[in-house]
């Protein structure tokens, strides 16, 4: 039997497209850089755990019920949500994190040659879907660390299906206010689907921070994202949401798929949905985490970016893949940034503030021993290059 070359059988923008390699987990990265504990500063995961009712579904769910199909269209959940924000239950459609319903959308919509229109620094995941997919993903510059929404504007074309924002925007934490969302959406007057991904809205407290959904009346067009992966904190069960007109949500409903969404996942994200309590104790928690990291920065002369959300940008010195490895070496794991086309920046998550204060003991002992390793290369450079007593490729 022959196989015929795979040049053949893959199309041409899925060779170009270069596959995610997620990191190892958690034990295998201990052994490989050598530290007792791994203090996980890099996916913006909540340290307070999901909410106590959620908790104890968890806790008490009996295993035969794993033998059992979940509701194939969470049927529960999205009545719970249609009560909480005055939609129809219709209007909702829940996938295996807020990933699968951006496929869904980008799915419903775009065809050969359409394109999609977001921001070149944002959430990957719109490029790359749109991108291994076969379409073209236009990607408009940040402009003062914030969508730019002429830019925006500019690279539509008659082509152009969606437009992806995410607001407040990850990884800078900048935001719309309704003003300047609803301008924006005016101007697109209905020619376009806006995807508004709010995946971090629970953590603004801005009085003028738009709600997407409320605005879903005036606007049949928008198509809301939000996901129980960060405030609610059930990343590991991987479920989000979409909302929007019901015209366009079941339009969107033909290209998604049934029982994606495990029956644990759905039954934690309906105890979790009001817990107000859980949400002002994570609010507190990242307001007094930012105000430490914050002062700390300012202290060991780093430049950051800290906006809305549960993260903080920092610049560092040195490259983010070598930062990294240095952090990793003392237990701390952040995400580089050059992937968000940022280079020599990390994105810290506000936790608890013991491993913030970890972070920061690392990053001065890696700026201390970057200062002495600068002073010995100056020194090695006016005794004519003779001192070359702890000088070390890379440090």
Known sequence: MTFPPLDQLVPEYVRRFEAYIPSKPDEELRRLYGCDR??????????????????????RFPPPRAAVYPSGDAYYLREKLAEKFGLQPDQFIVGNGANEVITFVIKAFCQEGDNIVTADKTFAVYEWVAEFSGFEARLVPLRDFGFDDEGLLERIDERTKIVFVCNPNNPTGTYWNEGRLRRFLDRIDGRRIVVLDEAYCEFVEKKDFPDGIRLLRDYPNLVVFRTFSKMYALAGLRIGYLAGDLEVVNVIRRTGVVYSVNVLAQEAALAALNDDEHIRRTRALVGAGKAFLSRELDRLGLPYICGEGNFVMIRLPLSDTLAYRKLMARGVMVRTMTGF???????????????LEALVRALEEILKDR??????????????????EGCHPGG
């Open 38 to 59: 791994l203090l996980r500063l890099n996916n913006n995961e909540n340290p307070l755990g999901p909410p106590p009712e959620a908790q104890e579904i968890i806790r």
């Open 341 to 355: 086309r940022f280079p020599n920046y990390i994105r810290v998550t506000i936790s608890a503030r013991e491993a």
């Open 371 to 388: 200062g002495q390793r600068t002073e010995i290369r100056d020194q090695k450079s006016e005794d004519g290059g003779q001192r070359t």
